[in-house]
């Protein structure tokens, strides 16, 4: 039983980190249908940037974890102005495929940059700490990733659901040229979207980077995210934290009860079965648009 | 007129007839230089491991300074495969086919070096020091292909080794990359464990991807393992020791020499690498032996500012040190042949890894092209220090 318990608690733990990068995905998918593929990269720059100013310059946490995400909300809308408004004849799939540049890029200037040997990201909370709950044991960081987790979600769900700005993300997603002859800038609004998106992401990252730090780490979270934002339905922000945690415990008790070896793969497997079943996802209420 | 005409005739095929015999020497050779070729990879997963390329350059570079071997520099070309075997077979055939590699020397990887091993051997073309201690290099051996670093497998039956007899361990449990890598290390540690008549308790496999490591540490408590053999990469190994601290799961972790350079990981396991014991195939990065003091000093001339004087980079080093002398040894006549028969004489060599030892070609002798055998074990110290637990040993 205690097992048991300890793979329920584990996998709500690492779905902690999936939820949060599923967030961020979501949000641009929400507003453009863009699957933005250079998520966990814009993330990666934040970070390493904020570890060089913690570990070289000396500079506290409480100025570098907010300039961290200071500067992802400024790299998410930079991004969204330089580089993806300027594609001509837009489409989802063309804008998708420079998401995959964005994320070469990115992952490419890090590497240089900073080098690929694997580092340690200065935290206030070390990595290793663990509260026990009975014979349960979950890290203090993991703790305070599934609160960062909730708690983003319903910041960001009620903003979708009542804020002007909210809803006007909404429209634009459903039909831009409604929304833009009923005066909202949709231009503005894509771009406000990749800020908060990025905000999302990097908070994702910093929880993440204390425990593994090098170029590659954030491209499975990542997938991961993104599968579970899949399985939520790609436009429910619950669905996709739902997912994320879903994908997380079936991955522990699979991995505890049936086959290590393939733990990391049966996440996929479910979500061709959940398509197949459920195309639109599990919780997603997607608009169809009038012909 | 007439005359002059045929004298220049006669002086021009001279001249050709010289060229062609010049060319016809042997591909990659030439009157002043010699072309090696090496991959590793400097961006993707392994990249931490693209230190042994940088190394070896180091050392070229220290050589090239020297006045070069026998009169000829060593022109060096290292291209970035990221640790994908796809690339590291097109860079190959593209530099082999178009600049002409006269030997590749080291290449990170089992995959990798799987990748482009036929290619090689099939064109009869040496390659010296892959860096990774896979028993595909020599099983069965190959005339060309001249392995330095010591085998997975052994290094897993002298740690068990240690574990069982020294520490008086009974439950001996591994938790193995699922690749060639692991189940090198997973089938030496079961046939160590056969002899003194013990089985694992649990053998965990674990993916390259796979960052989760709770139901890997679950299984090793539930089996409470008392000695565990890491046979994984460094970043996962580090997560292992720092998951099970998280789950309060005590053991004695061993591991690799894939995993032995402890400063940095002291450093990404904030310290809880210290007490791990490890195998490890090299000096010391302190050790005050001349050719690591030499070395040293080669880094600190050659080396990008920001390089580390870890073991992978030094590793670099030592892999060619043998191809380095096996080329000494051939004189100004170098042909790979010739090369080669110079390889197969090196014996009791001892450069800053351990002794190398090959023996003329033999199908049915692995040995022959197994140049390294000794590995020794260390204990990791505060602040990645080392302690020295066991000379250099071989496999029983």
Not at chain 2, 140 to 163: C, D, G, M, N, R
């Amino acid at each position: 039983m205690t097992d048991f318990l300890q793979m329920i608690a584990s996998g709500i733990a690492v779905g902690s980190s999936y939820a949060l990068m599923g967030l961020a995905m979501v949000i641009i998918y929400k507003t453009s249908e863009v699957v933005n593929f250079a998520q966990g990269e814009m993330a990666l720059l934040s970070l390493f940037l904020t570890y060089m100013v913690l570990e070289f310059h000396g500079v506290p946490y409480y100025v570098a974890f907010p300039g961290a995400l200071l500067f992802a909300v400024f790299l998410g809308c930079f991004l969204e102005f330089a580089v993806l408004r300027r594609a001509k004849e837009p489409n989802v799939l063309g804008m998708i495929i420079i998401t995959i540049g964005l994320e070469m890029i990115l992952m490419g200037f890090v590497s240089w940059k900073f080098g690929a040997d694997q580092k340690t990201m200065p935290f206030p909370i070390g990595p290793y700490e663990s509260v026990a709950i009975g014979e349960v044991f979950v890290s203090s960081l993991e703790v305070l990733t599934f609160i960062t987790a909730i708690v983003l979600m319903t910041i960001l769900f009620l903003f979708f659901r009542y804020s002007k700005l909210g809803v006007a993300m909404k429209a634009t997603q459903q039909n831009s040229m409604a929304a833009r002859l009923m005066g909202i800038k949709t231009k503005r609004i894509l771009m406000i979207t990749w800020g908060i998106s990025s905000l999302v992401g990097c908070t994702a990252g910093l929880l993440i980077a204390p425990t593994t730090m090098q170029p590659y780490m954030m491209w499975d979270p990542m997938l991961k995210g993104f599968a579970a934002a899949v399985m939520g339905g790609m436009t429910s922000l619950p669905g996709s934290v739902f997912g994320a945690y879903l994908i997380g415990i079936i991955e522990n008790l699979f991995g505890g009860y049936i086959s290590i070896e393939f733990k990391s793969v049966v996440a996929f497997f479910i979500i061709v079965l959940v398509l197949c079943v459920k195309p639109s996802g599990l919780f997603a209420r997607h608009f169809v648009k009038k012909v | 007129m007439k005359r002059n005409g045929i004298w220049i005739m006669s002086l021009a095929s001279a001249l050709l007839l010289a060229l062609s015999f010049g060319a016809a020497a042997e591909e990659g050779v030439t009157d002043t230089t010699i072309n090696i070729g090496q991959w590793g990879p400097q961006t993707g997963p392994a990249a931490a491991w693209g230190s042994v390329a940088r190394g070896t350059g180091v050392y070229f570079k220290m050589i090239n300074d020297e006045g070069g071997i026998n009169g000829r520099k060593i022109e060096y070309h290292m291209f970035d495969d990221a640790y994908n075997p796809a690339k590291t077979k097109a860079g190959v055939k593209e530099l082999q086919e178009g600049k002409g590699m006269f030997a590749w020397a080291c290449g990170v990887g089992t995959a990798p070096g799987l990748s482009v091993k036929d290619y090689l051997m099939e064109r009869q073309i040496p390659w010296v020091g892959p860096a990774a201690g896979s028993l595909h290099w020599i099983s069965p051996p190959q005339k060309y292909l001249f392995a330095v670093y010591p085998l997975y497998y052994s290094e897993a039956q002298i740690l068990t080794k240690y574990a069982v007899e020294t520490l008086g361990k009974k439950k001996v449990a591994i938790v193995y990359q699922n690749d060639d890598y692991g189940k090198n290390g997973l089938a030496g540690a079961e046939k160590q464990l056969a002899k003194h008549g013990l089985k694992l308790v649990a053998q965990v496999p674990a993916e390259v991807a796979d960052t989760d490591m709770k139901p890997h540490v679950m299984q090793l408590r539930k089996a409470e393992a008392d000695a565990v053999l890491l046979w994984v990469g460094p970043g996962q190994a580090a997560r292992m020791v720092g998951t099970a601290t998280a789950m309060q799961y005590q053991t004695r972790w061993m591991s690799t020499s894939t995993c032995s350079d402890f400063p940095f990981m002291f450093n990404i396991t904030k310290g809880l690498w210290k007490g791990v014991i490890a195998a490890t195939f090299g000096e010391l990065p302190d050790s005050t032996s001349p050719l690591m003091v030499k070395y040293k000093k080669a880094f600190d001339e050659f080396a990008a500012k920001d390089e580390r004087w870890g073991l992978f980079f030094y590793a670099g080093i030592g892999f060619v040190e043998p191809m380095v002398e096996g080329i000494r040894r051939a004189g100004r006549d170098l042909t790979r042949e010739r090369f080669v028969k110079e390889m197969e004489g090196i014996t009791n060599f001892k450069g800053i890894l351990g002794r190398i030892d090959y023996a003329p070609f033999e199908p049915s002798d692995v040995y022959s092209r197994q140049g390294q055998k000794e590995v020794f074990l260390v204990e990791c110290l505060d602040n990645g220090g080392y302690k020295k637990l066991t000379d250099w040993m071989e496999p029983d």
